[in-house]
């Protein structure tokens, strides 16, 4: 399926490569045991990575009970198993050195990649965390990276309480929600009004965490 977009004007022409980890990786302590690692532009040459991204994935709309109503899922959708080539060598090379990076501090590697395709302002995922499997009781490590038109991720504590955090988040950004971030906070991509392109985001989980 075909999307179009507006090339960023930044990294059109750049081979697609990965930034270092070690050095660059911002920590941000959030409470509860919870916290966030940033790295801002971890993939050059990310427009190269999306153009895939968007022509060759074959993307899924989803549908879910809401209200005793079946409704659209407001972004498209792929999941791939651990077993299953990436559509994007980089995206292999991505998975592999954040699981070294994050060896000694997660104790596993990350093995799949969730991917979803934001396709303008009307998409957005709601206030969430991830849960569904280990992420429910135990810390661990959900590893995104971004691609195409910067989207707010924003991050509040379960139940509320303290101000929002907010990362924007596309054109090969990196984040890392790790501790215990799944379960003591959660985490949206608002809609927005604006007139903005596709974003496609790729996380990567270790095995038994959705
Ligand atoms: O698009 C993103 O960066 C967040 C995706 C997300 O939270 C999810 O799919 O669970």
Same mark, same amino acid.
């Given at each position: 399926?075909?999307?179009?977009h507006?090339p960023s004007?930044? +990294?059109?022409?750049?081979?697609?490569? #990965?930034?270092?980890?070690?050095?660059?990786? *911002?920590?941000? @302590?959030?409470?509860?045991?919870?916290?966030?690692?940033?790295? @801002?532009?971890?993939?050059?040459?990310s427009e190269q990575i999306l153009d895939v991204l968007l022509?060759?994935?074959?993307?899924?709309?989803?549908?879910?009970?809401?209200?005793?109503?079946?409704?659209?899922? &407001?972004?498209? #959708?792929?999941?791939?198993? &651990?077993?299953?080539?990436?559509?994007?060598?980089?995206?292999?090379?991505?998975? =592999?050195?954040?699981?070294?990076?994050?060896?000694?501090?997660?104790?596993? @590697?990350? $093995?799949?990649?969730?991917?979803?395709?934001?396709? +303008?302002?009307? +998409?957005? $995922?709601?206030?969430?965390?991830? =849960?569904?499997?280990?992420?429910?009781?135990? +810390? =661990?490590?959900?590893?995104?990276? %971004?691609f195409g038109?910067?989207?707010? #991720?924003?991050?509040?504590?379960?139940?509320?309480?303290?101000?929002?955090?907010?990362? @924007?988040?596309g054109h090969?950004?990196?984040?890392?929600?790790?501790? %215990? /971030?799944?379960? =003591?906070?959660?985490? /949206?991509?608002?809609?927005?009004?604006?007139?903005?392109?596709p974003r496609v %985001?790729?996380?990567?989980?270790? $095995? *038994?965490?959705?």
């Amino acid at each position: 399926m075909a999307h179009a977009h507006q090339p960023s004007m930044f +990294d059109l022409d750049e081979r697609a490569t #990965l930034g270092p980890l070690a050095g660059v990786v *911002n920590r941000h @302590p959030l409470t509860r045991g919870a916290w966030v690692d940033h790295v @801002p532009g971890w993939v050059h040459g990310s427009e190269q990575i999306l153009d895939v991204l968007l022509e060759q994935v074959d993307w899924r709309a989803e549908r879910r009970e809401m209200y005793e109503r079946e409704v659209d899922v &407001p972004r498209l #959708l792929r999941w791939y198993g &651990p077993d299953e080539a990436l559509p994007h060598p980089v995206l292999d090379q991505a998975r =592999t050195a954040l699981s070294d990076f994050y060896a000694a501090e997660l104790g596993e @590697p990350f $093995v799949s990649a969730g991917m979803c395709l934001y396709r +303008d302002g009307r +998409d957005s $995922v709601a206030w969430h965390g991830d =849960t569904i499997g280990r992420g429910r009781h135990t +810390d =661990t490590m959900v590893a995104i990276v %971004s691609f195409g038109e910067p989207r707010p #991720l924003l991050l509040r504590p379960r139940g509320g309480g303290e101000p929002s955090v907010r990362f @924007p988040l596309g054109h090969g950004d990196l984040v890392v929600m790790g501790g %215990s /971030c799944q379960r =003591t906070w959660e985490h /949206c991509i608002p809609k927005t009004s604006r007139h903005v392109g596709p974003r496609v %985001s790729v996380q990567f989980r270790p $095995v *038994n965490v959705a």
